[in-house]
């Protein structure tokens, strides 16, 4: 048998999940076990200084482990998915021709399938006329008119955040089309991708979302979002950001109250992991894991044996 080192070309692993599940712990553990790094896929976490909020994984946590797509765009500027389909593929390759073996972690669901399958994104630059048009629109609007475009997209889409609203309206308005459907086609083999899902039972999900909310506003949080107002970004830009953003964006304008802001953002994350739940469970190819201990012994199987 050939060594596991030996196996590694053009193989991925894929790890996805709701947030709070323990996704990037697993990715290290498998990543030290196989001689791999690791690839984000998290829309909020290729930014620099969303850092507690987006939860991205501390230098710490990595254990030497190199990740990818962490820290590669200014919070100024708008990183779409087109952006990170190029850069995540170019990663790729680049582990690759290192021997090593890609560990695609995240729970932004167009991300993981923007760089696993031959998805083709519309390379549609902000058009600042139509996003001034677009800006006086109310949340509730512009979910009605992406509703009324492309229905299949206003199903997945977090209908509270604005900046993901007006890009999938910038794209289908500026194109004529409606996003491009996914194409079933992946990058490379479909057997050899291995993907691994964490699915937490509910009230176990919850406790983990409520406490890990609890340490994050007591570790920083809050000071993360007043520094990074106080760099210059507006409270619109902060709040597009959703989640932890938005809700923080609120209560340090005074808008809402911190027990608010508390039971709001929880129920928010809340609803969030279940869509993310909605939009994972349509890949059959995911392998649910009861224990995250069974991934070891599936990545192991799965380099083992690919021709």
């Known amino acids: 048998m050939k060594k596991l080192k030996e196996k590694i ?26 001689n791999g790094e690791v690839i984000s896929a998290d829309s909020r976490q290729v930014y620099k200084g969303l850092d507690i909020g987006s939860g991205k994984i501390t230098a710490s946590e990595m254990k030497n482990i190199k990740h990818h797509l962490l820290d590669v765009a200014s919070p100024q500027k708008i990183f779409t998915a087109a952006n990170f389909q190029k850069l995540s593929q170019k990663a790729l390759k680049e582990i690759w021709q290192k021997n090593k073996l890609p560990i695609i972690c995240g729970g932004t669901g167009l991300y993981v399938n923007s760089l696993i399958f031959d998805y083709s994104i519309p390379k549609v630059k902000p058009q600042s006329g139509l996003r001034e048009k677009l800006e006086y629109q109310t949340t509730a ?26 890009r999938a309206l910038e794209i289908i308005l500026t194109t004529g089309q409606p996003v491009p459907p996914l194409k079933k086609k992946t990058i490379v083999p479909p057997e050899n991708i291995l993907w ?36 210059g970004l507006t409270w619109q830009r902060l709040e597009d950001f959703g989640l932890e953003y938005r809700w923080l964006a609120y209560f340090l304008q005074g808008r809402i109250s911190l027990n608010e802001m508390r039971g709001k953002l929880f129920m928010e994350i809340w609803h969030y992991a279940k869509r993310q739940m909605t939009w994972f469970k349509k890949n059959k190819e995911i392998r649910w894991l009861e224990n995250p201990a069974q991934a070891e012994i599936l990545t192991k199987l799965f380099l083992e044996n690919s021709s």
């Open 9 to 34: 070309s053009k193989r991925i692993i894929v790890i996805v999940g709701p947030t709070a599940s323990g996704k990037s712990d697993l990715a290290v553990k498998l990543a030290k076990l196989f």
């Open 196 to 231: 691994l899902g964490l699915s937490p039972q509910s009230e176990e999900l919850k406790n983990k979302i409520e406490k890990r909310l609890e340490h994050r506003l007591q570790h920083g949080l809050i000071e993360e979002v007043r520094r990074l107002h106080d760099q």
């Open 141 to 166: 609007d512009l979910f009605a008119e992406l509703k009324k475009l492309d229905p299949q997209r206003a199903e997945t889409i977090d209908r509270k955040n604005r900046r993901r609203l007006i």
